[in-house]
Every structure is written in structure tokens, then in C-alpha cells.
């Protein structure tokens, strides 16, 4: 497998999962400004939607869409416990976790990501933030350690990279403890450490 990733961005997700799940893959970086590849490929071409991640398979089919190739990921390698099993309701369970990460709490940052944002829409973007980060601070409050509990999941990984944007924009974690405590938490994982090294992160 190869995961086309841009350090930092949502990417990171499943490129933590893929080696939680201990699989072998190949990484390459796409440039977003210029929507090519490290060796010279047209990205759109790879998947025209345009963004990262992609995850092309061993059979050369692209999966896009970072909730769905995380649990892909996690059905490869079921005894890594990345993810409950499908048809119960802890499934279920993480795949509200998954979609509200991906609606609400990840497309709340995009104005400030994107240039071409009005400045309206910027200056609301942080209370919106805000919002969704209330709803996970609650979440944590039950003195869980991760999402769904004890063991952590596909969900997490998620999590933990969306709520690193708070930091280059400036929100910050100090009104959420709980989920600074968190984001530590997940930040200190072998793996987390692992693929923030190979992309250039830390």
C-alpha cells in the first residue's frame, strides 16, 4: 500500500494507523500548492477530488476519504483492536465519533487554512472550534482515557491530529484540559512519534 500524505494534515491519521496496525506501506508527499506528487505525478490524477489523504492498494484501486481508509486499515489487521467489530453498536459508536470528526470539527478549521476565505468566515471559525471542542471535553469528563473507552481506536488517531491545528491557529487546548490531556496521551504513543518523524513534524 502507499499512503499519499501532506505533513501535518489529516493525512497523519491514517498514516498513524498504518503503523498501529503494523503493515507495510510506502509513503509519498504531495505538494498542495502545486497538487504534485515527491516524484513528479500529476495528484489529480490520483484522486481528483484533490486533496490528501489517498491510499492507493496493493491492487492499485485509490481509497479516499481519511474516516473510511482508516477503517479499512483497521479491518486488515483485526487482532490490532483498532477498531470494534462491524454490525455492533461500539462500531457504531466509532463511526459517530469519526463523522462528527470529520463534519464538524475538521471542515470548523478550514477557514482558517484557507487563503481564499472570507474574513468573515474566519473570524467565526474559532468559535466554532470551540464548540465542537466542548463537545469532546465532555466526552472525556467520564475519565476515559480514549474515545471509546480503555483501547485506542481509528477514532483517536483522528481526533489527536485535528486537535494539533489548534496550536499554529492559535486557539490553543488551554480551555479543554481534558482534552490537552488527551492530545499528551496520544502524542506519546511509539507509533504518533514514529510517523511524525517521518513526516518532518517534530
Known amino acids: ?60 484501486q485509490i481509497l479516499t476519504e481519511g474516516a473510511a481508509i482508516v477503517q479499512f486499515i483497521a479491518d486488515q489487521r483485526p487482532e490490532a483492536d483498532l477498531a470494534p467489530a462491524s454490525g455492533t ?42 464548540r465542537r471542542l466542548d463537545h469532546f471535553e465532555k466526552v472525556f469528563s467520564d475519565g476515559r482515557p480514549y474515545l471509546l473507552g480503555n483501547q485506542f481506536s481509528v477514532a483517536d488517531a483522528y481526533l489527536f491530529v485535528v486537535s494539533t491545528w489548534t496550536g499554529p491557529t492559535g486557539i490553543g487546548l488551554e480551555k479543554w484540559p481534558r482534552l490537552a490531556a488527551f492530545v499528551e496521551r496520544v502524542a506519546g504513543r511509539k507509533t504518533v512519534q514514529a510517523a511524525m518523524r517521518a513526516e518532518g513534524l517534530v
Not at 510506502?26 to 484522486?47: K, P
Not at 459508536?93 to 470548523?108: G, P
Not at 482558517?112 to 474574513?119: I, M, T, V
Open 1 to 60: 500500500m502507499k499512503l499519499y500524505y501532506s505533513p501535518g494534515a489529516c493525512s497523519l491519521s491514517p498514516h498513524i494507523i498504518l503503523r498501529e496496525a503494523g503493515l507495510n506501506f510506502e509513503l509519498e508527499r504531495v505538494d498542495m500548492a502545486t497538487r504534485t506528487t515527491e516524484t513528479g505525478a500529476d495528484f489529480a490524477q490520483i484522486n481528483p477530488k484533490g486533496y490528501v489523504p489517498a491510499l492507493q492498494l496493493d491492487n492499485e
Open 89 to 130: 453498536l461500539e462500531r457504531a459508536r466509532l463511526q459517530e465519533h469519526l463523522n462528527f470528526i470529520a463534519s464538524e470539527l475538521h471542515k470548523a478549521f478550514s477557514p482558517l487554512f484557507n487563503p481564499a476565505a472570507s474574513e468573515e468566515a474566519k473570524r467565526a471559525a474559532p468559535a466554532n472550534v470551540a
